[in-house]
């Protein structure tokens, strides 16, 4: 039986993961990405690989699933990465309430434990210890340096899969086998796109219909820290135990949601969690926000960036706070709590979209579960 060809559109994580999954079920793949390499959201994120925010369930095992394939992939390209985990922070008691409930409702289904204030500091030198009351540890997480990460997968899946890349390709038309780049054409026996909030250039009524709209972020980078400063696992304090819906499952959540919004309003009306990560040579990526929409300001907002600064210094403490960079990045949502989106605008087209902010965490689980179904 003659071999199957399969065109990926967009080289961002996704479309790497689509095309490793192709690959290895013998696949001939070949990516077209706009640029000349991923500059989207996929390199614009704490480079997180994050199971604990993950609910119960199917996407915790997908959470899983792409932990183990980017341990894959990251030791076959050379990359490098850090299974440090987290540290979810609690400074008053609503906080710690949820921590430990979290703890005993998943004390049989992963592996994280509530440390105490002598153990927290064994395990990072970065946490502020004022007011520290307890902290939940989550060994599933794990970090990669996403803008590199990106940038070298493409080489790792080319010399281990022969999959085939077309950068500065920007594909304008679709119609199964067919692909188009202008004047150029191009087929395959299948199609996956693959291309983030860029895939309502090319299906803009698909994009319409069914309930997406986007999200931008704020994100920033501190220096390289001092004398070789390691925080150890990415710290995250009380507002994200309300962003993740994987803390659900505790009871005393409502009650912290309440007392945030008496006490952090403006964090809630942007949307901002406040979490930091450590990459290879010891910067800081720190963040973020979320507002939502179908067009945004272009220009960042200072405010978002302080109240961000300002939350973290509460309950961290770093050797240098050097802004080195700042960012924004755009991603689609899906407005009906979807944790993903799979259509088939046409037999042969495959539209994989719509896991919002959790591209580092997911896409190669997904992946594997999507071209093992079509």
């Known amino acids: 039986m003659p071999r199957k060809n399969a065109i990926v559109i967009g080289a961002g994580i996704l479309g790497l993961a689509t095309a490793r999954s192709l690959a290895v079920r013998g696949y001939k793949v070949t990516i077209f990405e706009r640029n000349e390499k991923a500059v989207g959201a996929s390199v614009r994120n704490f480079g997180m690989v994050w199971p604990v925010g993950q609910p119960n369930g199917p996407l915790y095992e997908r959470a899983l699933r792409t932990r183990s394939i980017w341990k894959e992939v990251c030791t076959g390209a050379g990359l490098w990465f850090d299974e440090a985990g987290s540290l979810h922070l609690a400074y008053n008691k609503p906080e710690a309430d949820v921590l430990e409930e979290f703890a005993t409702v998943n004390q049989r289904i992963r592996p994280v434990s509530i440390l105490n204030k ?162 290879e040579t010891g910067e800081l990526t720190i963040g973020d926000s979320h507002e939502y929409g179908s067009v945004f300001d272009p220009f960042d907002r200072q405010c978002i960036n302080q109240l961000i600064t300002d939350y973290l210094k509460q309950f961290a403490v770093f050797k240098t706070w050097q802004m080195i960079q700042s960012w924004h990045g755009i991603y689609p949502k899906m407005t009906n709590a979807a944790t993903e989106f799979i259509h088939q605008p046409q037999q042969g087209v495959t539209i994989i979209n719509g896991i919002g902010g959790a591209g580092m965490t997911l896409s190669f689980g997904l992946a594997e579960e999507v071209t093992t179904n079509n």
């Open 118 to 279: 002598e153990q927290i500091m064994q395990k990072t030198g970065a946490a502020n210890p004022h007011n520290l009351l307890c902290a939940l540890y989550c060994e599933d997480d794990m970090i990669v340096e996403a803008r590199v990460a990106i940038e070298k997968i493409p080489a790792y899946l080319t010399e281990k899969y022969g999959v085939e890349f077309k950068f500065s390709t920007a594909i304008n038309f679709i119609d199964h086998p067919h692909v188009r780049s202008g004047e150029q054409s191009w087929q395959a026996d299948e199609i996956y796109v693959c291309s983030g909030a860029d895939f309502e250039t090319l299906y803009p009524e698909v994009f319409a219909a069914n309930n997406f709209t986007k999200c931008k972020l704020q994100m920033m980078r501190l220096a390289a820290q001092d004398n070789n400063f390691r925080i150890g696992p990415a710290l995250c304090g009380g507002l994200s135990l309300t962003h993740y819906k994987s803390f659900e499952v505790a009871a005393s959540l409502p009650a912290l949601k309440k007392q945030f919004a008496q006490t952090h309003a403006e964090y809630l009306k942007w949307g901002i969690h406040v979490m930091v990560s450590q990459n």
